[in-house]
């Protein structure tokens, strides 16, 4: 059964904690992709990566990190420079980029208490 | 740059009749543009793609989408509408020569089917 896991679907944070969201893809995907959705903002890019051991920053880098140490995975990292991290975080995959289209997990949704 | 504009919030419909969800965009150059419909607390689906050729497209589900280069439109169509497709609607746009892999999403259109 292929695509992409993300684990917790919930997770509750308190403030001043990094947190740590999975992501898995068994796809055989190069690309891999963090975005955040907020309400009325649709979907903006955190992170992708378009191989192992490489990747680059998107729209809203800052208060977040990433590795790319396996193909399959790809595990985002909220830390507590992160402003307002509570939002539905979203992880994609595709074979590569160009038309290719991106396959999502089922998100994970933060709240921060 | 690159945007991507959904102009309706929210679109309502009656059930069986045709429904439109509406997107322009804007790029430097030539766009590869995509469909997504999203449940609520769920991951987004991909429903369409345009490349090149053909300017209808037809994707998952009875959803079909016509590219129009000079109005820079890709709007979401399909003939008669069903309550199941009740859910947000995202258009999402790359530019085919940025070189980066990521796309642009719109704020989402919100699809009711009323019965």
């Known amino acids: 059964d292929g695509g992409i896991t993300q684990s917790p679907k919930y997770l509750f944070r308190k403030e001043g904690q990094n947190v740590t969201l999975s992501c898995e893809q068994n796809?055989?995907?190069?690309?891999m992709y963090w975005y955040r959705q907020d309400p009325g903002q649709g979907l903006r890019l955190i992170y992708y990566s378009q191989i192992v051991n490489d990747f680059q920053k998107g729209d809203i880098a800052e208060g977040y990190s990433v590795s790319r140490e396996k193909k399959e995975s790809f595990p985002l990292t909220v830390t507590s420079a992160q402003k307002n991290p509570t939002a539905f975080y979203l992880c994609?995959?595709?074979?590569?980029?160009?038309?290719?289209?991106?396959?999502f997990g089922p998100g994970t949704r933060l709240t921060v208490l | 740059a690159q945007s991507v504009a959904q102009p309706e919030d929210q679109v309502n419909v009656a059930e069986g009749n045709p429904l439109t969800v509406k997107c322009t965009y804007s790029v430097s150059g030539n766009p590869y543009l995509f469909w997504y419909v999203q449940y609520p607390n769920r991951g987004l689906q991909f429903l369409l793609k345009y490349i090149t050729g053909d300017n209808l497209v037809k994707g998952s589900y009875g959803f079909e989408a016509e590219f129009n280069k000079s109005q820079t439109s890709f709007h979401l169509k399909k003939p008669s509408a069903l309550v199941s497709d009740s859910a947000l609607y995202f258009c999402?746009?790359?530019?085919?020569?940025?070189?980066?892999?990521?796309?642009?999403f719109g704020t989402g259109t919100r699809l009711t089917v009323i019965p």
């Open positions: 999402a746009v790359r530019d085919r020569e940025a070189g980066a892999n990521n796309l642009f």
């Open positions: 994609a995959s595709s074979q590569r980029g160009g038309y290719d289209e991106q396959f």
């Open positions: 796809l055989n995907h190069d690309a």
